[in-house]
């Protein structure tokens, strides 16, 4: 393996294309224009050939190798628009094939379940296979399902089985309702108007909602050793942290915490390929050293960036060390022993 930074990196947020689930996964239906203004023959970001995103071999690692990239976790694309009667065996299969490239190269991936959530018991069922016969690290979910956030009561099973099994949740970003795109993002450019509701704002502005719900739901009171991801430098959250304090305190909530001391004990972020230092600097500032991890979110975004980020970052070697892959290797190992 090549060590362009010299740097051990282990990367959170890389995804890759089952084309078996990906027919039903209804992403145009809640994104209008999606696939247009996504297509690779525009020349705008985030819109990787399609045999790159269902690369899960060579390709993929020499790609990692030139750029540093030591490990990915792996996971596949939003399984929470997938029909009841399919998602189940479609997650199955999807995660079938990210447990195939682990165990071609343990060394150089990893993997983070998607969860047929349609089917709250059938989700439960998949989180534990991934985790306890096939090693996965946590899981993967992005969005609403069904129009619903992860704090509807019919979803608790799904969050106390991760707290259970000591295993992290990777909020991934989604589509807003339609309604809610054609309150707030609608009437540009067609391409504007459809990047504009999911890539520029629509779903980082959907997942710092989501994630309050959960807050405000009790979740971490329940769960006070429940883990979660995000990406995008905490989708826009870190910049409201004491404001949210200010606003809704546990006087106002009912709440045992305070949004401040979830943030810093139980989120981790990533940068999701955004190589921004004034971003790097900020929630090292709010959440603290030990609460970065690293994600390119590739292919969507090139590995070319991820180790010149780290290693001009303005931190010291033991920081970059913990970003890099310290921070992660630490959470990881809090789900181990469920291992086989
Ligand atoms: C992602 O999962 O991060 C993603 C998509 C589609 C387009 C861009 C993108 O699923 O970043
Ligand atoms: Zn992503």
């Known amino acids: 393996m090549s060590e362009v930074g010299g740097r051990r990196i282990i990367a959170f ?31 705008l970001p985030y819109a990787p050939a399609p045999e790159t995103l269902r690369d899960l071999g060579e ?35 999807t995660n079938d094939l990210a447990a195939a490239a682990v165990a071609r190269h343990p060394e150089r991936f990893a993997a983070f379940a998607v969860l047929p959530t349609a089917d709250p018991a059938a989700a439960v069922a998949e989180l534990t296979r991934c985790v306890e016969e096939l090693g996965f690290v946590g899981a993967l979910v992005h969005g609403r399902t069904g ?13 106390e089985r991760l707290a259970a099994l000591r295993v992290p949740l990777y909020l991934h970003p989604a589509p807003p309702p339609l309604a809610t795109s054609a ?15 999911t890539a520029a704002w629509g779903w980082h502005a959907e997942t710092a909602v989501h994630f309050l719900n959960l807050y405000l739901a009790g979740v971490f009171d ?33 709440l045992e915490r305070t949004f401040v001391d979830v943030m810093r004990r139980n989120v981790f972020v990533t940068p999701s390929g955004m190589w921004t230092q004034a971003n ?34 303005r931190l010291t070697g033991i920081e970059k060390d913990l970003v890099a892959h310290g921070n992660a290797e630490r959470l990881l190992a809090r789900g181990a022993h469920r291992r086989a």
């Open 147 to 159: 129009g619903e956030f992860l704090s509807a009561s019919r979803f608790s099973p799904i969050l």
């Open 183 to 197: 309150s707030n993002y609608d009437g540009f450019d067609p391409v504007v108007t459809a990047r504009l509701q």
């Open 280 to 313: 790097l600097d900020y929630c090292v500032a709010m959440l603290g050293i030990e609460r970065i991890l690293f994600a390119v979110d590739y292919p969507f975004l090139p590995n070319d960036g991820a180790a010149p980020f780290i290693e001009s970052a």
């Open 13 to 43: 947020e890389e995804h890759f294309l089952d084309p078996a689930a990906a027919g039903s996964a209804g992403f145009d239906a809640r994104s209008p224009g999606f696939a247009e203004a996504f297509h690779p023959s525009r020349g």
């Open 59 to 93: 390709g993929r690692l020499a790609d990692m190798d030139a750029h540093g990239i030591s490990v990915q976790v792996l996971s596949g694309l939003h399984a929470q628009n997938l029909p009841i009667d399919v998602a189940a065996g479609l997650t199955r299969g």
């Open 222 to 254: 329940r769960h006070p050793a429940l883990q979660v991801i995000l990406g995008h430098w905490g989708e826009l959250l870190p910049f409201y942290m004491e404001r949210i304090d200010e606003a809704l305190p546990p006087r106002a909530t009912g």
